[in-house]
């Protein structure tokens, strides 16, 4: 269970060429509060991928909606 007052929030990281969240971690958002942006290897491309932070809350593997 988290703490009371805890400032760390889970987010999911989302592949920028294939669209799909593989992975999620936690960040302190007073400390970073700008998008995180990692480099993690992409099992269905086989390759390593830039993954941008998005929502943990939009559903597992579901990419949002682009207009």
């Known amino acids: 269970m988290a703490k009371k007052g805890d400032k760390r ?3 999911g990281l989302l592949s920028e060429e294939s669209g799909e969240r593989i992975y999620y ?3 302190n958002s007073m400390n970073t509060p700008d998008k995180l942006s990692l480099r ?3 099992p269905k ?4 991928v830039i993954f941008t932070e998005t929502k943990k809350n939009l559903g597992r593997n579901e990419a949002p909606k682009r207009r």
Not at 45 to 48: E, P, S, T
């Open 45 to 48: 491309l086989r390759k390593h």
């Open 25 to 27: 971690t936690t960040k």
């Open 40 to 42: 993690k290897y992409s």
């Open 9 to 11: 929030k889970i987010i």
